[in-house]
């Protein structure tokens, strides 16, 4: 009884966390529209590595990693980087509680079919019926069967080359778990991120403070404390006590913070079409984390 007590706890940290993550997608969606994609994604990350100093002290986080860790963790930080200017360009041109769900429900399909393509993951009958599913649920929330190759446009391009850098970023931190603390791994993605940021936001006058307007700095704050450091080390530290199987079921909460606050702020509609495709991206992560005959073949590190 005592466990359970204490496990509910971490169950109620992680949906904290998930929520929190939901709502940044309608607060990035307020960044950019009171700045631009590159002062926005600049100050996201820099607010969040600096915030998360004090956190991995507390923590007490070994700040150590052997070679291949750290090309891990530099790998990800330009991939962070790169998602985090494709998640503000989304959302200057699309809907953020679209955009939440779509890169949520389809990152997690596409991990696994690159887990299985990159690292020679075994799969069983049941997960190939799960990919199915999840891959069906992903034409669906790109509206492939009412309009075709429309989600090519800019309201969802950048959703979907989201989607795929996410997906990339997971494989490697799924590669660098081993090898690094996954605070001092999330320090450094941070800073990697916001330094190479920085590049792309310096013809904007990033800290020309006085030019960016109240709303822009409330969200920043936001997004850049609660959904960045607070969320993230929630997320840590919940996981490592209800389990990784049970973790992924989770991330299916983000939508839900990212659809109900679009529809609040920004009075989005949410389609069935979104509904349909998230549900069945869900149903497919239960199934495809419902065996145990999931493990690794051995084959050849790719680094």
């Not at 998930?18 to 709502?23: F, K, P, T």
């Not at 989304?90 to 890169?103: D, F, N, P, R, S």
């Not at 997960?127 to 992903?138: D, K, P």
């Amino acid at each position: 009884m005592h466990k359970q007590e204490n496990k509910t706890k971490y169950f109620i940290g992680m949906l904290v966390a998930m929520l929190i993550w939901g709502v940044a997608w309608t607060s990035g969606k307020a960044m950019a529209e009171h700045s631009n994609p590159q002062l926005a994604a600049f100050w996201r990350y820099f607010i969040s590595f600096i915030t998360i100093l004090p956190v991995i002290y507390f923590m007490k986080t070994p700040l150590k990693a052997d070679r291949i860790g750290w090309i891990y963790m530099l790998a990800a930080g330009l991939l962070v980087a790169l998602f985090n200017y494709l998640f503000f360009a989304g959302l200057t041109h699309g809907q953020a509680g679209y955009g939440g769900t779509m890169v949520t429900s389809i990152a997690p399909i596409l991990t696994y079919i690159m887990s299985i393509v990159l690292l020679g993951t075994k799969v069983t009958t049941r997960q190939i019926v799960a990919l199915s599913i999840g891959m069906f649920g992903a034409m669906i929330l790109l509206r492939i069967p009412t309009e075709g190759f429309g989600f090519l446009n800019l309201d969802s391009s950048y959703f979907l080359e989201a989607a795929v850098v996410w997906a990339s970023v997971t494989i490697l931190a799924q590669k660098a778990s081993k090898r690094v603390d996954p605070m001092m791994y999330t320090l450094v993605v941070f800073g990697v991120a916001a330094f190479m940021n920085i590049w792309f936001a310096l013809p904007f006058e990033p800290f020309n403070l006085q030019a960016l307007d109240a709303i822009f700095w409330w969200n920043a704050l936001f997004i850049g404390v609660m959904a960045g450091t607070f969320s993230t080390a929630l997320f840590f530290i919940s996981a490592s006590k209800i389990g990784a199987h049970q973790t992924g079921v989770f991330l299916f909460i983000v939508p839900v913070g990212a659809i109900i606050s679009s529809w609040f702020f920004y009075d989005e509609t949410i389609l069935l079409s979104t509904v349909m495709g998230c549900t069945m991206s869900f149903v497919a992560v239960m199934l495809f984390n419902s065996t145990r005959t999931f493990r690794l073949k051995k084959a050849k590190p790719i680094l």
